[in-house]
């Protein structure tokens, strides 16, 4: 069992930046991907941008160019860092690790995003 804790969310003006942090209770190291996922009010909870324990990434072409992806191996986070908010960008933000047979959430952090 781990536990993702989501951190960095806030309510901002439309073109500013955040990072959010997810960080585990134990080594990331094994864990084949981890990756942020976002879930607006009404919407389905949906794919913003994925890393593999090799460092491939992959991102939803909506955040591609605003939105990177990181981990940390020896501090057992993740990051996301936003540039250029947009208020569609505005929904709960969950941090997720991907481990053969098992799949972890975290409890998410709010992004809120003004225009």
């Known amino acids: 069992q781990v536990q993702l804790v989501e951190s960095g969310g806030g309510l901002l003006q439309a073109g500013g930046s955040l990072r959010l942090s997810c960080a585990a209770s134990r080594s990331i190291f094994r864990f084949n991907a981890m990756g942020w996922y976002r879930q607006a009010p009404g919407k389905q909870r949906e794919l913003v941008a994925t890393i593999t324990s090799g460092g491939i990434t992959n991102y939803r072409d909506s955040v591609k160019g605003r939105f990177t992806i990181s981990r940390d191996n020896a501090k057992n986070t993740v990051y996301l860092q936003m540039n250029s908010l947009k208020p569609e960008d505005t929904a709960v933000y969950y941090c997720?690790?991907?481990?053969?047979?098992?799949?972890?959430w975290g409890q998410g952090t709010q992004v809120t995003v003004s225009s």
């Open positions: 997720n690790a991907v481990a053969v047979g098992n799949a972890f």
